[in-house]
């Protein structure tokens, strides 16, 4: 009788589920209910977020058609880049947190928006916007916040502070000319400044998921991530129905003869390693050392099929050398083993972007605006005066060598100044060699994220080497911190 009444209970609370349900589903499309204790079906995250879009990145998406063409294109990626976001954020508001290797499937939207963002910049290097694009580029992996724990706040600024790097040109070139530029630049950096208030506010200590609702998975979220989804997904199904009310208990006892096994062949003991196969000093590992050499021990009784090979990795593609005048840029790139490049007349409006060269020399004569080094690996660089700067990015295993005045023989990365240059910026770079003149003492050479930077100074017709500093200290004076170079200890 007690069995019965606990059956009849089930029974009750199953209906009342279904009821539920029922309701839920037959509510007009406009009408989602209340959930989180909001009325209109969105979460306050979703809300805030909603705000961060419909203000700052509508107003850098305009920003943006008022420069149009690659700029446009651009903004236009990001502009669908937040959609994905506002879909993930919303699903995270209906549902609980799955799975790891879930969350990894339902990231993938967001993941290739950005792949698409960044490969747009490598494709359009020679725009005359490209500092613009890589601003963007640099700093859209900010998005993958929501997968940073516990403070995501902080992810953000290191990205927003890599935009920074390429917005600074961009308001170095038009400050004095288009204030457009500028303009653009304003609100580019403010979706990352109202993001970090964003996460801060609703997600500081990670993306927060919905507590009661049910967990997510790739197949019961895919409505919530389609981007502009503002309904929540259908209801679960309802839960399975109890079981038959005349159906044996002794069948819930039942097991599969396989289970059955298992259980016969663990209760035998200490019996059970009689089925375990001798193994002979020669194919021990530790006392044969040909079996170690193979990496792997080869067993007489089986016989491995070989699984799938993974695919080879392909080789790098070989892009043809560059060396031209296209209108105002000078354009060398992919230049190996060269050691006879010149360039010979230059104007002053003209600029210089010299990208992935190896082993290589280039000379240029005359007066230029900027120079641009960007990925170069054992380089060298002469020049007569540059106007502007000159900027090094991202160049590495560069090894040093003096060897005098200029030497088309040089096989490291060396900058020899004959002329004039007001600055020299070195930015994720490797070792660098800086002779000076004498006309360009007063060059000032900014640093960042660099090492084994050298300026050779004239003196007595020899040059005289001083290191640039690496390693900092920094101590709170009673007002402010002071920051300044630490002496190596020897």
């Not at 049910?214 to 981007?227: E, H």
Request: aromatic letters at 8%.
């Amino acid at each position: 009788m007690a069995e019965m009444q606990g059956l009849i209970e089930r029974l009750e609370r199953a209906v009342s589920r279904l009821e539920l349900l029922s309701a839920e589903s037959h509510r007009p499309p406009g009408d989602c209910g209340e959930m989180n204790g909001v009325n209109g079906g969105v979460a306050p995250s979703v809300e805030a977020f909603d705000k961060l879009m419909n203000s700052m990145v509508a107003e850098f998406l305009k920003k943006s058609r008022i420069l149009a063409g690659d700029v446009e294109a651009h903004a236009e990626m990001v502009h669908s880049a937040f959609q994905a976001q506002r879909a993930f954020l919303l699903m995270a508001s209906q549902y609980q947190q799955p799975q790891e290797n879930d969350v990894a499937t339902l990231l993938k939207p967001i993941s290739e928006k950005i792949q698409e963002i960044q490969t747009f910049r490598e494709r359009n290097r020679g725009s005359a916007m490209f500092n613009h694009l890589s601003a963007v580029s640099e700093s859209i992996p900010a998005l993958g916040w929501i997968a940073v724990s516990p403070k995501p706040g902080p992810y953000v600024k290191e990205m927003n502070d890599a935009a920074t790097f390429y917005t600074n040109r961009v308001l170095k070139d038009y400050k004095h000319s288009d204030l457009r530029h500028v303009d653009w630049v304003k609100s580019y950096l403010n979706i990352w400044s109202e993001l970090q208030a964003y996460i801060k506010e609703h997600h500081t200590a990670g993306l927060t998921w919905n507590k009661t609702g049910p967990v997510a998975s790739t197949t019961s979220a895919l409505s919530a991530l389609s981007p502009g989804s503002g309904l929540p997904p259908p209801p679960p199904p309802p839960p399975p129905g109890p079981p038959p009310f005349f159906e044996k208990e002794g069948r819930k006892e039942e097991s599969s003869p396989s289970r059955s096994a298992l259980f016969a062949q663990l209760n035998q003991g200490e019996a059970i390693t009689k089925g375990l196969r001798h193994v002979t000093d020669d194919q021990k590992t530790y006392k044969n050392p040909s079996l170690r050499a193979q990496g792997q021990t080869l067993s007489p009784t089986k016989s491995h099929t070989p699984g799938p090979k993974s695919p080879q990795s392909h080789c790098p593609q070989k892009h043809a050398p560059v060396f031209e005048l296209e209108g105002k840029k000078w354009r060398v790139e992919y230049q190996e083993d060269r050691k006879d490049l010149v360039i010979s007349e230059t104007e002053l409006k003209q600029v210089a972007y010299i990208f992935k060269c190896n082993k290589s020399t280039l000379q240029m004569k005359g007066k230029i605006n900027s120079i641009t080094i960007d990925n170069c690996t054992k380089f060298g660089l002469v020049f007569d005066n540059v106007v502007g700067i000159v900027d090094v990015i991202n160049s590495k295993d560069i090894q040093m060598q003096v060897s005098g005045p200029f030497n088309h023989a040089l096989f490291f990365f060396l900058f020899q100044v004959m002329g004039r240059v007001p600055t020299i910026s070195i930015n994720k770079t490797e070792g660098c060699h800086i002779y000076l003149s004498e006309d360009a003492l007063d060059c000032e050479i900014v640093s960042a994220k660099s090492s084994e930077m050298n300026i050779l100074i004239p003196q007595d017709g020899d040059y005289r080497e001083f290191p640039v500093p690496e390693q900092f200290k920094t101590a709170w004076d009673g007002s402010k911190l002071v920051t300044e170079p630490a002496e190596i200890m020897g």
